[in-house]
C-alpha cells in the first residue's frame, strides 16, 4: 500500500493512468474490438512526438521562459532537406539522415545565438526564427515530390511482434537522455541552470555553453524526426510539423516536468505521449466533431494536470 502511495505521488504516472483509461474506455465503446492494433498505432504515432518532447523537455528545463518554438518549421525543412538528399535511394539513407541531423542542430546553434546575440527572450527568438526557416522551407521544399528510399519507408513502419522498431528504438534513447540528465555533467548542468542560474554560474557551471548545446540538441531531435515522419508519411511536407509545437509542450508538462525549471521527467514524455494520441483515438472513435474534441481534449489534459499537481502538493 505505501508502494502504491509513492508511485502515485510521482507526477509523471499520472499522464500513464490517463493513457490507460482512454484505451480501456474506447475498448469498452468498440467492445474490444481492436485494442492491440490501437496499442500499436499509439506506440507508431507517440514516437514522433517522445523524440521532439525530449529537446522540448531540456529547453524548459533550463528554466522559466525557456521554450522552443521553432520545432515545426525545423521539422518541415529538416524532412525536405532529407528527402532531398536520399533521392530516392537507399544507398543514400545515412547521409541524408546525417543531412537532417545538420540541419537542426545548424538551427538549433543560430536559436540561441539570437538568444545570445540579441538579448531577446528565447520564446520571440525563436518564434521569429521559425518564420525565417519556414519562409526557406517553403522556397526549398514546396511541391516536393521526391519519395523515401524504399528501405528506409519500410524501416519507419517495421514492427517486431506488433511493436514498432522505432518505438523500441526511441525507449533505448529515452533510457539514454535519462542517464544523462541525472548522471551526466552535462544533464546536472541543466537541472542546475534551471534551478537557479546564477547559484549555477557561481558553482562554476558554464552556462552560455550547456544553454547553447541545449538548443542545440532540441534543434538535432527536431531534424531527425523531420527525417523520421518523412519515412513514415512516404514524402516531405511543408506543414508536417505543425502539431508538434504544441505536442511537443503538452508532453513535457502533462509527463511531470516543471515549467519554472531545474525538473524535468523522462518516462512521463513517454506517458503523455501516449495519452494524447490515443486521447485523439478515443474521441474519433466516438465520432466527436472536431471543435467539441479540442474542447474535450483542452479539458482532460487540464484534469491530467490538475490530478498530477494535486498528488505532488501532497507529498
Known amino acids: 500500500m505505501a508502494s502504491l502511495r509513492l508511485l502515485l ?3 509523471w504516472i499520472w499522464s500513464f493512468i490517463g493513457a490507460l483509461l482512454v484505451w480501456l474506455a474506447t475498448i469498452a465503446f468498440t467492445g474490444g474490438y481492436g485494442g492491440g492494433g490501437m496499442i500499436t498505432a499509439a506506440l507508431s504515432l507517440a514516437v514522433f512526438t517522445v523524440i521532439v518532447g525530449v529537446g522540448q523537455m531540456f529547453v524548459i528545463t533550463l528554466g522559466p521562459g525557456n521554450v522552443d518554438l521553432s520545432l515545426p518549421a525545423n521539422i518541415g525543412l529538416a524532412s525536405a532537406v532529407a528527402m532531398k538528399v536520399m533521392d530516392g535511394s ?11 541531423l545538420a540541419c537542426g ?34 522556397s526549398y521544399g514546396r511541391g516536393l515530390q521526391i519519395k523515401p528510399p524504399p528501405g528506409f519507408a519500410d524501416f519507419t513502419n517495421w514492427q517486431i ?8 528504438l526511441t525507449v ?9 540528465l541525472q548522471r551526466m555533467i552535462y ?19 558554464n552556462v552560455g555553453r550547456i544553454r547553447f548545446l541545449t538548443y542545440t540538441l532540441s534543434g538535432a531531435l527536431g ?15 511543408v506543414d508536417i510539423g505543425n502539431e508538434y509545437l504544441l505536442a511537443s509542450i503538452a508532453v513535457v508538462v502533462i509527463g511531470g516536468t516543471s515549467v519554472a525549471g531545474g525538473k524535468a521527467n523522462v518516462p512521463g514524455v513517454w506517458g503523455a505521449a501516449l495519452f494524447l494520441v490515443l486521447l485523439l483515438t478515443m474521441l474519433n472513435t466516438f465520432g466527436v466533431s472536431a ?3 479540442l474542447l474535450l481534449t483542452g479539458l482532460i489534459i487540464v484534469g491530467v494536470i490538475t490530478a498530477a499537481g494535486g498528488q505532488k502538493a501532497l507529498r
Open 9 to 11: 505521488a510521482k507526477p
Open 90 to 100: 537507399d544507398a543514400m539513407i545515412a547521409v541524408g539522415l546525417l543531412a537532417a
Open 105 to 138: 542542430m545548424a538551427i538549433g546553434a543560430a536559436n540561441y545565438l539570437l538568444i545570445w546575440a540579441l538579448r531577446i527572450p528565447p520564446i520571440i527568438a525563436t518564434l521569429s526564427a521559425s518564420f525565417i526557416i519556414q519562409s526557406i522551407d517553403i
Open 161 to 168: 511482434l506488433g511493436i514498432p522498431v522505432l518505438a523500441i
Open 172 to 180: 533505448l534513447f529515452t533510457i539514454g537522455a535519462a542517464i544523462a
Open 187 to 205: 544533464g546536472r548542468s541543466v537541472l542546475a541552470i534551471g534551478q537557479n542560474i546564477r547559484a549555477a554560474w557561481l558553482a562554476g557551471v
Open 223 to 237: 531534424g531527425l524526426d523531420g527525417a523520421l515522419l518523412a519515412g513514415y508519411f512516404r514524402g516531405a511536407n
Open 291 to 293: 471543435g467539441v474534441r
